[in-house]
């Protein structure tokens, strides 16, 4: 079963520099949410900090109603057992192959038996379509495949709340569309919550219940798949239908001009300036 | 004011690496596979620096002592030399520079694919996986190299006295006893441990908190090397300094 992640007010910043001010909203349990937003916002850091390897500055987390922000490192651990992420590039151990990769969270954390092992870890390469490469390295394989692995990692303990930052970047269309497929299937199966980081527009526009928006330091938006593909929010549109045409501009920085170095436009000056743009 | 940071930041790691050590389960097969790759790295440039280096303690003390007239001193005062300072500064460059550039290297590779985190994530706490274990293996192997190089030394002052110099091997021996004693063996060696154990501990450091690429760990590593000679040569001073305070010195 999913549980609910409750984020409310939630600030990050290193230095002098805000990654993302006051963010607020539910991932409801047992439901795809999909995360947008150019790079640089920090969609990788706010991952990172549902789970605590980042401390926001302001702001709380409540997983199935545990405040986590507070908890110290080993309180934490306990919290994370029950989440599955998905690096960037998969973070597998590149020491170890990728059975070992995928039994690792196993041996660490159950007794099972070698022989229970082997079956839950040759279920879960069978189930990200990588039966039989068990013995491969991750210096050996390609991204795509690295990225499945470390799906079949995190899925390994059964997690009630699964993270995937960009699961499908660097896959072809056909392949993204199966992996597209392969979370909705696991999203049924299992009732896990998902929240998952993408650039992908097909993935955003078939897969989640819920989209949100990072942009210029907030969240521009979060809300039901529907209402974000109708929303005629500059931002959003333009993002939606990659153009070039819109406030978002080649560099990060620039989107910020005018507002001085690392402060947040207020609500009205941010939808006014915009306004004028589209 | 970085610096500052920094270093309050590396103390409270080296804190973390010490509480770490006493968790259970203690990583046995990662120290001694670490320990066999340090002694891999460096026993032989070890060996290799030691002689040349024993050799040139040797002449400048022979025609030092000869200047002094006190020529039956020369293999003793170079053996002394070696025991108590080359020992030491030859296993510090070693450790360091082969040593913790490589664990440097090694953990900042893996913090910037971020196995570091996808660690944490699973619950592994990778100062006690990681660090603990190389900590343990180049503080045993720093002691090592400095009883390789002070054996070096011994044997070397011996074939430039006794044979080259046509010394007596008791000659040798007494000059030795009159001027030595085991506990500059002993102040060499807790020197050599205490080098493994800094000189890992900022090659970790720095690996852990590589950032922006794999230019950034070249950088770490660059950092690691300078921070960790600089230091090591600094606490070997120090400790120098507390020997000579606390343990009288033979014929003084
Ligand atoms: N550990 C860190 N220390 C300092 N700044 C960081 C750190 N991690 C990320 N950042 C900064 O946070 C911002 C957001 O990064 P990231 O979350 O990776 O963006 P995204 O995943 O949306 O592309 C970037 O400007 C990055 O430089
Ligand atoms: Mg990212």
Request: charge should be negative; aromatic fraction near 8%; glycine fraction near 10%.
């Amino acid at each position: 079963m999913g549980v609910a992640v409750e984020i409310d007010g939630l600030t990050k910043s290193f230095g002098a520099q805000t990654v993302w001010s006051d963010v607020s909203f539910t991932l409801p349990a047992g439901e795809i949410s999909v995360l947008l937003g150019p790079s640089g916002t920090g969609k990788s850091v706010f991952l990172k900090t549902l789970v605590g390897l980042f401390r926001p500055d302001r702001g709380t987390i409540h997983i199935d109603g545990e405040e986590i922000t507070s908890l110290h490192e080993r309180e934490l651990y306990r919290v994370r057992r029950r989440l599955g992420v998905l690096f960037q590039d998969g973070a597998l151990f590149g020491s170890m192959n990728l059975y070992d990769n995928i039994a690792f969270p196993l041996r660490e954390h159950t007794r099972k038996t070698e022989a229970e092992i082997r079956a839950i870890v040759n279920d879960r390469l069978d189930l990200v379509g990588m039966s039989g490469d068990g013995e491969k390295f991750p210096g050996e394989i390609s991204g795509g495949m690295r990225k499945r692995a470390g799906l079949a990692r995190a899925l390994v303990l059964d997690p009630e709340l699964i993270l995937c930052d960009e699961p499908d970047s660097g896959l072809d269309p056909v392949r993204t569309a199966f992996l597209g497929e392969l979370i909705a299937e696991l999203n049924r199966t299992t009732g896990a919550t998902f929240l998952i980081v993408t650039h992908d527009i097909n993935t955003a526009k078939t897969l989640p219940d819920h989209i949100g928006m990072l942009y210029l330091r907030r969240l521009v938006a979060f809300a039901p798949r529907e209402e974000i593909l109708a929303s005629d929010d500059p931002v959003l549109r333009q993002f939606l239908a990659a153009d070039m045409d819109g406030p978002i501009g080649m560099a990060e920085e620039k989107d910020a001009v005018g507002n001085g170095k690392g402060e947040t436009l207020p609500e009205e000056q941010y939808r006014g300036e915009h306004r004028e743009d589209a | 004011m970085r610096v500052f940071r920094a270093t309050g930041e590396f103390v409270a790691f080296g804190l973390d690496t010490v509480r770490a050590a006493f968790r259970r389960p203690f990583q046995l097969g990662e120290a001694i596979q670490q320990a066999w790759f340090l002694v891999s790295v460096s026993i032989l440039p070890t060996a290799l620096v030691a002689i040349p280096f024993g050799a040139v303690v040797a002449l400048q003390l022979g025609s030092l002592t000869k200047q002094l007239g006190a020529q039956s001193f020369s293999g003793a005062a170079s053996v002394i030399a070696v025991v108590r300072e080359a020992g030491p500064i030859v296993t510090a460059l070693l450790i360091a520079g082969a040593g913790g550039a490589a664990m440097c290297a090694d953990l900042g590779a893996r913090k910037i694919r971020e196995e570091l985190d996808a660690m944490r994530v699973l619950g592994i706490d990778p100062v006690q996986r990681l660090v603990v274990p190389r900590v343990i293996a180049s503080a045993v192997v720093a002691v090592l190299l400095n009883g390789v190089v002070s054996a070096v030394g011994i044997a070397g002052g011996y074939v430039f006295t006794v044979v080259l110099q046509d010394g007596t091997p008791g000659s040798y021996f007494a000059s030795f006893a009159a001027l030595g004693q085991v506990a500059d063996l002993v102040s060499a060696e807790s020197r050599a441990l205490v080098f493994g154990i800094l000189a890992a501990l900022i090659g970790c450091y720095l690996g852990m908190n590589a950032k922006g690429g794999p230019k950034g760990v070249g950088q770490a590593v660059n950092a690691s090397v300078v921070i960790s000679f600089m230091l090591l040569f600094a606490v070997n001073f120090v400790m120098v300094a507390i020997y000579f305070q606390l343990v009288p010195q033979k014929g003084s």
